[in-house]
């Protein structure tokens, strides 16, 4: 696929436009340390990626919607340095920053926290990424105590109004774009090719380990950043745990497999769940368990329209996975009373969606104004009913014991209905029994 490029400028616009002649100023993500002097790996921060396409540390952006264009947006960037490039790699530098990046101006780092109070001058508020790390937040609070010193008696009476940038972000991201929706499509598809190579591998006798080693491995050779999130690769009674994260368990014949597993494709996110037999076939009671939460994502995922909300979407979930329940005599009692009593919540603990974008959990609000969001076309979120029956239930029939069972998939609501971007990987049952 041939990616639209991001016209970074463009987005400093749309920004601008909902800031209302405020200020906008985003912290790149912080470095983490394992121990001593090794780092965790390094992801740039959502918002500040999206908003500059730059991927460095120790760098700081900042939006001035109430300045004229050529001097709204700065970069602050770390200066070029040939000792710690040796160790760290390439820095841009701060001419290089302003000669590559659609930015009005670069500066360095050094001089940003001495530089903000005068930046934030007279906007109208300020959005800032508090929380991110402590020492941001005092800087910052430092720096708005210098700002009221100096404007707060020209143009405020008071501190200026802070908001949290997230929400801002959500605002803006909420709904993808054309050249966003290039790169979920593409995060969505290396997904599918490394679940079509898992299927093709997976045999009793295999390790949690090894299918995690093959999930890794088709997701680099085939472009993507890293894995959206913690993968997990959960056998047997482990898929009753919901963020399982070992993987490292024989996988048994008998036993399913439920694999929660994304590739992230230029900071974009999948986030897909498939379970199958880890042998030739389902048990009676694995397949019945199976078909329930099957019909349950197809009903859900039916409702993602324009105009419905992630609520009805939930509730569609609920309503088929509590009628599988009680036909597999998991519960007993009126349907209504089930749902009323959130009774269903011993099988069906978490929610359907979440929303889904550069963050495999993005930004934006769920409710507004007393409601919650209404959907509309580009907005895309995962639907993932599931039903687990742990081990030691000893209120469900035995032989459900031990099942844990979730589908999950991406959906992108368009004018025309329901788009489901991961469709393409197998979960009927046909495909999944007997794989070879
Ligand atoms: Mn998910």
Redo the contacts with the bound molecule.
Sequence with gaps: MNLRPIDYRARHKRAADLMDQGALVVMSQPTAYRNSTVEHSWRQESFFQWLTGFEEPGSCFVLLANRPEGERTHLFVREKSPERELWDGRRLGVDGAAKTLMIDKAHSVESFWRMLPELMGDASRVWFNLGLNEEYDRNFIKALSQHKAVYGKKHLSCKIPIHDSLYLAGQLRMCKSPEELDRMRTAAGITRKTFEQVYKAVRPGMSEKDVYGIIQGEFLKNDADMESYGTIIAGGANACVLHYRDNNQPLRDGELLLI?AGAQFQYYAS?V?RTFPVGKKFSPEQLAMYEVVLRSQKAAIAKATVGSTLPAIHEEAISVLTDGMLDLKLLKGSKDEIIEKAAFRRFYPHGTS?W?GMD??DVGVYNEGGHPVFLDAGMFF?V?PGLYVQPDDETAPKAFRGIGIRI?DDVLVTEDGPEVLTSGIAKEVKDLENRW
């Design positions: 929660d986030d769940t979440h889904i495999v959990h995962s993932e999950e």
